[in-house]
Structure formats: C-alpha cells, structure tokens
C-alpha cells in the first residue's frame, strides 16, 4: 500500500530552525514534492526532489534519501508568515499520481 | 503564471442535490485533477484526467463523476450529494505527465446539510 507520514503538529520560535520529516513507503517512486499551505488557501509548491541529497532554495531546504524512504523539509531564519501546514507528496503508484501525507501544520511564536 | 479557477469559494447544498464544481484553467495544461481535503486526512485524490474526453478514477470516486468536454475545463458532480461529501474540494493541473508539479485553484468549500 501507499503510505505517507509526518507528524501533525510542530511548534517554533521565529528567527529559530525547524526540520518537518516525512517518510514514505510507496509502490513506485517517481520524485518527492514539498507544499505549503496557509490557513484557508491552496496549497502552493515549495520544492521538489528526484535524486538523493539536498535541494536548497533560499530559506527553505529540501532532503530526500530514496534507500530510507526518508525527506525533511528545513526552514531557517523563521518568520511568522511561515505559519502554515506543510505537505509532504510522493509521485508514485500504479498511476504515478501525487499521494499527499496528512500534513504538518506549523506555528510560528514570538 | 498559471491561473486555476475555481467557480465558487463557498457552497451550501441539501442532501440529494446535484452538485456541480467547476474548475478553468488557462495554461493549455494537460492533467487536471479533483481533490478533496479534510481535517485529519489530507488530500486525496477522487478523479484526475489526461486529455480531453478521457477521465480516470483516483482513490475515492465513489459518489463523483467528472467531465472534461474542453481542455481547460474540468468539471466534478455529485450525483445526489450526502452529509459525507461535505468537504473543500480542490482542483489542480499540472503540464504534463513526469515531474511537473501541481497548480491548486482556491477551493471550494461545500456544505451539504
């Protein structure tokens, strides 16, 4: 079966470091997918990995270890605004079609 | 940058309705997809199509059937809507098959009652 986790809920201190892991047993693999998604408004794509290592994108990194079945999502210097769920998505399955986790919702506090 | 339309933010319907959610997009993109999310469970996938007149089912399609008469435009229906599909519903395209990531509408959050 298809399976995606990551934990629920994480809490932070802005300016501080956080890391969102997220593990995945899936039948196929096909690249690993990083959203962000505020309160009340569409998901919209932070990053995306293929290949093992690290994929860095201004504040925001982006691990990905195939053998592991294994990704975190990092974000440096947080600011409020960063306050969001984050959604961790496979391509992968029969269709390789994007399996989404649960999502990890992420407060940021003064 | 690509723009996905969703036609309605906010919908309120009765139990046995039909229920139309339409989504436009304007990118010439080939996949478009329907998904539902609800608190505890994610995204999940109910129909996505590949071209035009062609449709296929994701992993919830019970209770939904879609239409795709138009490239930019992907439509999804409840038959006779129930209590459980109330839910925010979003439709997304992406460029082709592969990598391409997906683009989200805004939403649709619907309410049957």
């Known amino acids: 079966g298809q399976n995606i986790d990551q934990p629920t809920e994480m809490t932070a201190t802005e300016g501080a470091i956080v890391q969102i892991n997220c593990t995945y047993q899936?039948?196929?693999?096909?690249?690993l997918f990083w959203y962000q998604q505020h309160a009340g408004e569409a998901p919209t794509f932070l990053s995306y990995?293929?290949?093992?290592g690290l994929e860095e994108k201004g504040r925001f990194s982006s691990f990905l270890s195939r053998s592991k079945g294994y990704s975190y999502l990092l974000l440096k210097e947080l600011q409020m605004k960063d306050s969001a769920s984050y959604l961790c998505?496979?391509?992968?399955?029969?269709?390789?079609?994007?399996?989404f986790g649960k999502g990890t919702k992420l407060s940021v506090k003064p | 940058d690509v723009k996905v339309t969703q036609s309605s933010r906010y919908l309120v319907k009765r139990t046995g309705e039909k229920v139309f959610l339409e989504c436009v997009q304007d990118?010439?993109?080939?996949?478009m997809f329907w998904y539902r999310q609800d608190p505890g469970l994610g995204l999940r996938l109910i129909y996505f199509?590949?071209?035009?007149?062609?449709?296929e089912k994701g992993d919830i399609p019970e209770g939904y059937s879609v239409s795709r008469e138009k490239k930019e435009r992907f439509s999804l229906i409840l038959e006779s809507a129930s209590t459980n599909q109330t839910s925010m519903y979003l439709c997304?395209?992406?460029?082709?098959?592969?990598?391409?990531?997906?683009?989200f509408g805004s939403g649709t959050q619907l309410s049957v009652l």
């Open positions: 998505a496979v391509r992968g399955g029969s269709q390789g079609n994007l399996i």
């Open positions: 199509s590949y071209d035009v007149k062609m449709k």
């Open positions: 990995n293929v290949l093992d």
């Open positions: 899936t039948s196929g693999f096909n690249g």
């Open positions: 997304a395209t992406s460029a082709s098959q592969g990598e391409e990531k997906l683009f």
């Open positions: 990118m010439d993109h080939e996949n």
